[in-house]
């Protein structure tokens, strides 16, 4: 069985950091592009940022630039978004995703999803 879990999310104040994590178990994702979505109350599943297979380019929202950075350790089967200057408008569910293609990642289709996990900036 294919799973990917996240952790990791926690209720932070403005202006703090988080590291998220996600492990994948049930099938290697070491050639798989992997990435995080985020889906506040209210509105629509939302791309954050994703790492190709090899590490060697990530993808970033705008919303998010300069304020995470993903990355991966393949021999660990885990992907990071470590999350700094937090913002009340980062409160959402987070989401991992793995894609056997960079481009279809990003546009949220075909992936393969972890549960979710919890982020909640208070102001």
């Known amino acids: 069985q294919v799973q990917l879990v996240e952790s990791g999310g926690d209720l932070v104040q403005a202006g703090g950091s988080l590291r998220l994590s996600c492990v994948a178990s049930g099938r290697t994702f070491s050639n798989y592009a992997k990435g995080w979505f985020r889906q506040a109350p209210g509105k629509e599943r939302e791309f954050v940022a994703a790492?190709?297979?090899?590490?060697?380019?990530?993808y970033y929202a705008e919303s998010v630039k300069g304020r995470f950075t993903i990355s991966r350790d393949n021999a660990k089967n885990t992907v990071y978004l470590q999350m700094d200057s937090l913002k009340p408008e980062d409160t959402a569910v987070y989401y991992c995703?793995?894609?056997?293609?960079?481009?279809?990642?990003?546009?949220?289709?075909?992936?393969?999803w972890g549960q979710g996990t919890q982020v909640t900036v208070s102001s």
């Open positions: 790492i190709t297979w090899g590490g060697d380019s990530a």
């Open positions: 995703a793995a894609n056997a293609l960079s481009a279809r990642l990003r546009a949220g289709t075909g992936n393969y």
